[in-house]
């Protein structure tokens, strides 16, 4: 009987562990695809996974919401060259992934170009059946 339970659990655990990696594996493919959708100026994307509520801290400390990001690209404020992610980790706690990594960013803010590496973390909440980021929050590193 203890064998029986011992199996029920190290399977049931094998099956957390595999939908655990499953959500990882998704969230990170999605982060791929909103960092596409950054350079691509794919707003219609933007619009989906951005949530309402999301606080977007850039690097040098100016904070958006959802709209005044989305409008600061339409504008050409803010423009992604490139986005190449140099290290990523994503962590899930429920219908909540951390996601933390270094990306090497090109881009033009406000007249100014920029080519530099970030460390960043964001957080996507599961709403529905949607992963949506709330929150971004980056600093630059030295070169």
């Avoid at 219609?44 to 990001?69: P, W």
């Avoid at 504008?75 to 190449?84: A, I, L, M, P, W």
């Avoid at 996601?99 to 170009?113: K, Y």
């Amino acid at each position: 009987m203890k064998v029986f339970f011992a199996c029920c659990l190290l399977f049931s655990a094998s099956l957390v562990y595999g939908q655990t990696k499953s959500v990882e594996n998704a969230v990170m493919e999605l982060e791929k695809k909103r960092f596409d959708a950054q350079v691509s100026r794919n707003y219609e994307f933007l619009e989906k996974v951005l949530a309402e509520d999301l606080v977007y801290t850039h690097s040098n400390g100016h904070q958006d919401g959802k709209q005044s990001y989305i409008q600061s690209l339409r504008e050409g404020k803010q423009s992604y060259e490139d986005v190449n992610v140099q290290e990523q980790k994503v962590r899930v706690y429920g219908n909540t992934a951390v996601v933390s990594g270094i990306c090497q960013v090109r881009a033009t803010n406000n007249g100014e170009t920029i080519n530099t590496r970030l460390r960043y973390t964001d957080v996507y909440v599961k709403k529905g059946r949607q992963w949506q980021m709330v929150a971004w929050q980056s600093l630059r590193l030295a070169n």
